[in-house]
């Protein structure tokens, strides 16, 4: 895979990395990675995922640009409140990086679509903030066995984890709760977004690179008000339902 001028300027300051080089770029250049839910996670994610040159980059996420998104959800800009999210994102992310080819689905994942939409993608980078979708999202990728790269948030605590088949998401939450806190609920402050986001987006990189320790079955949890993170170990549920023997 040969890379033009423009790429090899542009993806610089990767090319000279060690853990990334020609090969680890050229890795990227070729891989598809599908972003669910185009949020407080998802949308600085897209941005460092299409920055970082991810060849193909899908979008899905049924919701429109409204005003109260734009505290947090930095892919968006004020003139383009009520405009479907995958669609602004997709301008925005086309002007970042010409070279990345972006795939709007301006829909909501469901049981009758998340195989195809999964099985079409290398990896998946789940912000959602519903747990039913989160559920979802990881059956489909452990039924595909696609590497699942998760983060949430609220308030001031953020979590980033990675799933490649057990342990899975529904390990750690085996149950969906049943008064699940949620961002326009509780709140959160904006630059959270940021942090978690492009944290889940490292973690793509590096799956797709092949560089460092991924966090495979383990969860960094980071408490913005401390200015702390810790990692903790997931264990494998044997009665899961999901990926159980």
């Not at 040969?2 to 300051?13: G, H, L, M, N, T």
């Not at 941005?47 to 899905?60: H, N, P, R, S």
């Not at 953020?158 to 949620?182: H, K, M, N, S, W």
Request: proline fraction near 6%.
């Amino acid at each position: 895979m040969v890379f033009s001028e423009d790429e090899v300027e542009r993806y610089a300051r990767h090319l000279v990395l060690s853990e990334v080089g020609g090969p680890g770029q050229q890795a990227l250049k070729r891989a598809r990675v599908l972003i669910v839910g185009a949020g407080g996670v998802g949308a600085p994610a897209a941005l460092y995922l299409a920055a970082a040159g991810v060849g193909t980059l899908g979008l899905i996420d049924d919701d429109r640009v409204g005003l109260s998104n734009l505290q947090r959800q930095i892919a968006f800009s004020t003139p383009e409140i009520g405009r479907p999210k995958v669609e602004a994102a997709a301008a925005r992310l086309g002007d970042l990086n010409p070279h990345v080819t972006i795939e709007a689905l301006a829909e909501r994942l469901t049981p009758a679509n998340a195989a195809a939409r999964i099985g079409a993608f290398d990896i998946v980078l789940d912000g959602t903030d519903d747990f039913e979708t989160r559920h979802l999202v990881n059956a489909a990728c452990v039924a595909a066995g696609k590497p699942l790269v998760s983060g949430a948030l609220g308030r001031w605590t953020g979590q980033v984890g990675v799933f490649t088949g057990r342990p899975c998401y529904q390990c750690l939450v085996p149950d969906i709760p049943p008064d699940a806190e949620t961002c326009s609920r509780v709140g959160v402050v904006g630059a959270l977004a940021g942090v978690i986001g492009s944290m889940a987006a490292l973690e793509v990189i590096k799956q797709i690179t092949g560089a460092g320790e991924p966090l495979a079955g383990r969860l960094m949890i980071y408490d913005g008000l401390a200015g702390t993170a810790r990692t903790v170990r997931i264990a494998a549920d044997p009665e899961c339902p999901v990926c159980g023997a």
